[in-house]
């Protein structure tokens, strides 16, 4: 999946490029890459909070807060965050990319984006799967996951750490 994507962000323009890398860091699905990207264009200072290092999709409920999709925060640094902040395009959409992609002769999959950024974290990150499905906005209809699992104190840095290596994979 890694050589998938790696393709991917060094075929397409560099903006859309970046969108993809963006997509792998925060594990969201394409359409909610695309909305956060356009997000962070128009409204970047109440939508990244930097002291936290995440992205609050809570604030913006009409695009991130369905009835079972719900991605409430993201975690990413101010450098991982730079290259979507500092794009100054108009941000194209899901279906521009994928068809970039395809006059270039390779298949575009953004949901690799999001398998990566969910396998990395497991593996790699050593982060729970109740965490992952939490920060990829997957809601368990557990009364467990939904009442009483509270996230561990380090849980930003283990998934910023983990994080941070995937984007050097790319």
């Not at 368990?140 to 380090?154: A, C, D, I, N």
Request: net charge positive; hydrophobic share 40%; proline share 6%.
């Amino acid at each position: 999946m890694i050589q998938k994507v790696r393709e991917m962000i060094n075929v397409l323009p560099p903006v859309m490029g970046e969108i993809v890398k963006f997509g792998v860091l925060v594990g969201l699905r394409p359409s909610e890459v695309v909305q956060s990207v356009r997000l962070l264009q128009n409204s970047g200072a109440s939508y990244y909070n930097p002291e936290r290092q995440v992205l609050e999709h809570f604030r913006f409920p009409d695009i991130f807060l369905r009835r079972t999709k719900k991605a409430y925060i993201s975690f990413i640094t101010l450098d991982n965050l730079q290259p979507i902040v500092n794009l100054g395009c108009k941000t194209p959409g899901y279906n521009s990319i994928r068809l970039a992609c395809q006059r270039r002769g390779i298949k575009c999959d953004m949901r690799y984006c999001r398998k990566l950024f969910a396998s990395w974290l497991r593996l790699h990150g050593g982060v729970q799967p109740e965490v992952v499905d939490m920060l990829q906005g997957r809601v368990s209809p557990s009364v467990l996951t939904r009442h009483y699992l509270v996230p561990t104190e380090g849980l930003k840095d283990q998934v910023l750490n983990a994080v941070n290596s995937l984007c050097r994979q790319l």
